[in-house]
Nanobody, 123 residues
């Protein structure tokens, strides 16, 4: 019942910056955690960054100091600001959201995924 739509992907040169956005819509009571995952060709999907509704963040070691995750709770949107991009960052980036369903007794959780957006870092 939760839909996620990513935007902001594209082609960027090494050392450049890009900002990804993911907007959530549909039926839900809360979005407890939002995050970004990525999958490069020939590799497993990996966690990039997460952020809770209270603002607590986590990052993969490979992106610490370069990427910043943030969210606008009023807009149900999560962002990923990517700076100092490297060719190794090339991947399909997926938005994820976990929270509670609306009007559910007892309360139940959901785990929603977006369709993904391509990020290519190349000169």
């Amino acid at each position: 019942q939760v839909q996620l739509v990513e935007s902001g992907g594209g082609l960027v040169q090494p050392g450049g910056s890009l900002r990804l956005s993911c907007a959530a819509s549909g039926s839900f009571f809360s979005i407890n955690v939002m995050g970004w995952y990525r999958q490069a060709p020939g590799k497993e999907r990996e966690l990039v960054a997460t952020i809770t509704s209270g603002g607590t963040t986590t990052y993969a070691d490979s992106v610490k100091g370069r990427f910043t995750i943030s969210r606008d709770n009023a807009k149900n949107t999560v962002y990923l600001q990517m700076s100092f991009l490297e060719p190794e960052d090339t991947a399909v980036y997926y938005c994820n959201a976990k929270g509670l369903r609306r009007s559910s007794l007892p309360l139940t959780s959901y785990d929603a995924w977006g369709q993904g957006t391509q990020v290519t870092v190349s000169s």
